[in-house]
């Protein structure tokens, strides 16, 4: 757990994304309040997805795959701004053009087990890379680069293997043809 000194705060915004004021992580997640975040799918030139594992020490599906990136935006941050911040700490990729995937959705994840209810505005964004990554061990685990066909056999196999929030953004956006999203009931509608 961070000390006070480096306890993250998140923007906090009310249910018509007015922003509400600033807040401390673990506060954020207790109440249920909307903070933004954004994810990022990176391909290949071989149109394979970077995946990555997330470490085992994280407080939220520790060692379960994830986006390419998957980043909690800081205050006054725009999404593109956090994507790239996201690519450059954790997997220390730089000069990728993202483009936006959709319009920002809202998504609400609960975890009673734990007291979190995780509420984010989330933008996601695929760009193209082909260079070295350098995982953060701190964040990162391990990444894999996987062709869409065997990462939806994977899932189909493994389900638990990977966050929720990932499963959802490949099916509503369409990135793995034809995976469907099975709400795991911890899901809920926002």
């Known amino acids: 757990m961070p000390t006070a000194s480096e306890q993250e705060y998140f923007e906090t915004f009310d249910d018509q994304g007015r922003r509400t004021g600033l807040m401390a992580r ?3 997640h207790a109440r249920g309040l909307w903070h933004r975040s954004a994810h990022v799918f990176l391909f290949t030139g071989r149109d394979e997805l970077l995946v990555q594992q997330r470490a085992a020490d994280k407080d939220l599906y520790p060692g379960r795959w994830d986006f ?3 980043e909690h935006l800081h205050p006054g941050e725009d999404y ?3 994507a790239l911040r ?3 700490e954790e997997l220390a990729v730089t000069g990728v053009s993202l483009e936006p995937l959709g319009e920002v959705r809202r998504h609400s994840h609960r975890i009673p087990e734990l007291g979190v209810t995780d509420r984010e505005l989330q933008q996601a964004f695929r760009g193209h890379y082909d260079g070295p990554i350098t995982p953060d061990p701190t964040e990162v685990a391990r990444v894999r680069r996987v062709a869409l066909a065997e ?3 994977w899932i189909l196999r493994e389900r638990e ?3 929720p929030w990932f499963l959802q953004e490949l099916a509503v956006l369409k990135i793995v043809p034809g995976l469907q999203h099975e709400p ?5 509608p926002s």
Do not use: D, I, P
């Open 26 to 28: 673990n506060e954020v």
């Open 86 to 88: 996201g690519l450059a």
């Open 151 to 153: 990462l939806k056999a």
């Open 80 to 82: 593109l701004t956090g």
């Open 184 to 188: 795991s009931g911890q899901n809920s």
């Open 68 to 70: 390419s990136v998957g």
């Open 161 to 163: 293997a990977f966050t």
